[in-house]
Every structure is written in structure tokens, then in C-alpha cells.
């Protein structure tokens, strides 16, 4: 007998065939538009964005966000790419989701496993990290790299990992056999990384070299069962493919947890910050329901900045995030799409704030860095992964209004530069994959940085310490071995 969830994904698969069919273009360019102004309207949310205040405080605003996101979900559903046709979901269907919701998940396996829980704003419930986004990196430095992102368990709990730009000194291309060569290759190099950090059964998330599903499929085997995790990212706005459902079965067949994400775009098809807010709360309910998620990985982006850490992204992912925290059990995956790359204080700074954002409004699990949007080849390091991963758990416990006076300071230290970023430095200038340490200019820049957040009350003194003051002693005992 087939599992539940596979039941479920097939029965909305069904649905891709016998839903009404609308043109792609009538629904990114009429449906969507239209239907989320006609909502925030409805609900007198349009002109809600609040600049002076980045971090939503006000829990009847995120309320009411999520009975408009409730309802555009019922009234949209998802859109089907691959058959043109809406696959809609009822209100029973969403309450039984949400009824049906485990209380945790365990990722990982052994002494290397972790648990998740769901999060309120305000949770003193430690949120989970994973590292590192799919940054692409160069095939030889991948081992050395993975083995620093994971160095330190109480800052790193699941490995996600960057992309191969080769396999085997071979260019990947998309839906080519060499893709489904490198999910494989890929997959076999993360199990040698944990193996060589002392982490064999720690949490691995998706195959990141997958551009389409035949990595995935080429790659998921290999990492079966024990925790792991299969991702699904959907197109935007309120879409899915079949790409989407052929990853979901597979991670299934493979005894795998699901993270599945819908993205939505400031200035995109949902128009301004209310608009991206609204489908991403209907992203974040229809996801579980649909794709049977385990958890969500739905966030609002700013197409303009090519990032999520202005004013605009921020508190559209504030109040977003807090609507479905605050009226719902799911545990969901937000991410911070920084713009600054490695040793940059402004990538430090877009991740102070992008992170306390997520913790104070009840994200459970953040896939952390994307170091100069992602945009470049061996941008990036262990430490991004290292300051993510000390900021986002140090700020459990912390108020919404202590987030939202932080944030008010820092942002005019880099928001005018969000437009041009600082690109930084690729691994090879800024850290030492042999010793697993980063440069002494990269270094003073991360302990000044912190200092200065402890100074403005950001709590990151309370729970680890000084990340690097651990270094020493790392090195010493190896020296000692």
C-alpha cells in the first residue's frame, strides 16, 4: 500500500489534467495581477508596507494577511505548467493539512541528527541552518570546502552545499547525461566531506547541481533514507511543473523528507510588497497540500535589488512569515538572498538583519548564504555559513520591536549600496581551505562586525561566544593529534 503522501501528490497530479485551462501568459499577466490587488483590497491591506518600521510588529496586520493568503489560495490554487491547467485545492483539504501537521521533524540520523520544531514570532526555539545555497564552486575545492561549512555543529545542522561548475573537468549542462552524472558525483562527494568533518549522518539537502530533475534523479539514491532531504522549488507566481512532481515521488520512493518552495517577486506578476506578501502566504499554505511538504521554502524577493534585504523585501517577509507562524504549525524555510559577497561588511550586515528578521517572526529552518546573490564561481566560504548560522540562533528569544530598532540602525549603513553591490572575495583571497581558517582581514572583519551588534543589543554574546576564539583551540588539538 502506497504512502499517504504519495496518494495525496498523485490525486493533485490528477487534478493537472482535468482543471480548468487558462494560458500561462492570461495567468501571470491577468489572474495573478488581478486577483491579488482585488484581495488586498477586499481585506484593506493595500498601502500597508511600512518603511520606518521593517520588522512587523502588529499581529492583527499579520492576521490579517493570513486570512486574505486563505483565501486567494482557495481562490487560485497552483497553475500547471506542463497541461495549462489550475490545479485547485478545497478549504477542507487545507484544514486537514494543516490538522494532519507532525509537531517536529528529526533530519539526520545518529549523533548527527536534529530536530525541528515549529516557531511564533518571538520563539525562544532554536530556528536550524542549513549551508550552504547552491553557490557554485569549482570541482577541486569542493571536499575542503564542505568540510569547513560544516566544521562546527552548534552553527551548521544540515548540509545543502554549492553547485559543481564540472564533473569530472566536463561543463554541466542543463537536462544533458552529464547533469544526471553530476547529482551522482555530487551526492558521493557530500557523504566523503562528512565522513572526513566527522559528521557522517548529518542532514543532506537536495542535489544542488540538479538544474532540472534529472540531476535529482541522477543523485537522490545516493543519499537515501537517514534523514535527508528532497527540494522542489516551484516557477513564480503560484506554479508548479511536472519537474516539481517528479523530484516530490522520487524523494518519496527514496524515504526522503520534502522541502518544497514557491517563490514571490517584488515588482514581479504580484506587483508591490502587499502583493508578494499575500501569495506567499498562500504559497506557504498550498505547498503542504499540494507537493505534501515536509516543510515550505517560500520567501519574497525584490527583482529590482536582486536580493531580500531592503526595506521593502524585509517587511514583506516579516509580516508574511508571522502570518502563517502565528495561525498555523508548519515549519517553513526562509532564506536570505544576500547581495555583498565573502569578507564584505555589507554581506554582514544583509545577514544580521535578514536572519533576525526570519528568527523574530517564526522561521524554523533558514538555507544560508547566497554571498553575492549567488551570481559568481568560488564566492563563497565556511565563514558566511559560520555568521548566518551564530546570528540566526542567537536571536531566538528576542522581541519583534528589539529586531525592528536594530534593523533601523543598520540599514543605512548598506541599503544605498543594495543596488551595486560589493562582489567581495572568491574563497582563494579570503580563506585558507588548508588550515580551515579564514585571512586575518577577514577575520577582523567578522569580530568587528560582531561587536558592534553586540554593542546595538543583537544578543550573539549569550549562546556561542566568539566563534573564533574556538579556533584556536580547534587547531591546537589538531596540532596535539
Known sequence: MYDIKVQRVVQNLEKSYSG?????????????????????????????????????????????????????????????EDTERVI????????????????????????????????????????????????????????????????????????????LATVFGHTIRSGSPLETLAGHYE????????????????CCVGVNSAITEYGHLGGAAEVAGRGNVTQSLCPVEMKVTFSNFHRVLHGLNNGHKLRVGAFSYIGGFAGPPEG?????????????????????????????????????????????????SRNTGYMRNKIVNQTGGPCTEMFMLEAAVGLMNHCVSGASISTQPRSAGGRYTDYITPVECWWTGEVFKSCAGMTRVQANEIA???????????????????????????????????????????NELIDLGMPLNNVYGDTFAGMDKDVKLHMSL
Not at 547552491?134 to 560544516?150: D, H, T
Not at 551526492?187 to 548529518?202: C, D, F, I, V
Open 408 to 450: 533601523k540602525a543598520l540599514l543605512p549603513r548598506y541599503e544605498g549600496d543594495l543596488p551595486a553591490s560589493d562582489k567581495g572575495f572568491s574563497v582563494y583571497e579570503c580563506y585558507d581551505l588548508k588550515t580551515q581558517r579564514p585571512l586575518p582581514q577577514y577575520q577582523e572583519l567578522y569580530s568587528r562586525v560582531r
Open 276 to 324: 508578494a506578501a499575500l501569495t506567499c502566504v498562500a504559497n506557504d499554505l498550498l505547498v503542504p497540500v499540494i507537493l505534501q511538504s515536509d516543510y515550505t521554502s517560500s520567501y519574497v524577493y525584490d527583482i529590482q535589488l536582486f536580493g531580500n534585504c531592503g526595506r521593502k523585501a524585509l517587511w514583506a517577509n516579516s509580516v508574511s512569515t508571522q502570518a502563517i
Open 187 to 202: 551526492s558521493k562527494l557530500k557523504h566523503e566531506a562528512l565522513w572526513r568533518a566527522g559528521r557522517p549522518g548529518m
Open 20 to 80: 480548468r485551462i487558462i494560458p500561462m501568459h492570461e495567468w501571470d499577466n491577468k489572474i495573478i495581477p488581478s486577483t491579488t490587488k482585488a484581495i488586498l483590497k477586499k481585506h484593506g491591506l493595500q498601502g500597508t508596507l511600512d518603511l520606518e518600521n521593517p520588522i512587523n510588529c502588529d499581529d492583527s496586520l499579520a492576521d490579517a494577511f493570513f486570512k486574505a493568503g486563505w483565501e486567494l489560495a482557495l481562490e487560485l490554487g497552483f497553475y500547471c
Open 88 to 163: 485547485k485545492v478545497s478549504e477542507e483539504e487545507l484544514l486537514e493539512s494543516i490538522r494532519d501537521y507532525p509537531d517536529h521533524i528529526v533530519l539526520g540520523e545518529g549523533q548527527d541528527a536534529v530536530t525541528m520544531y515549529p516557531r511564533r514570532p518571538e520563539s525562544t526555539v532554536e530556528p536550524l541552518i542549513e549551508a550552504s545555497l547552491g553557490i557554485v564552486c569549482s570541482e577541486e575545492i569542493y571536499l575542503p570546502l564542505v568540510q569547513g561549512i560544516v566544521k562546527y555543529p552548534k552553527l551548521v545542522d544540515a548540509l545543502h552545499g554549492p553547485s
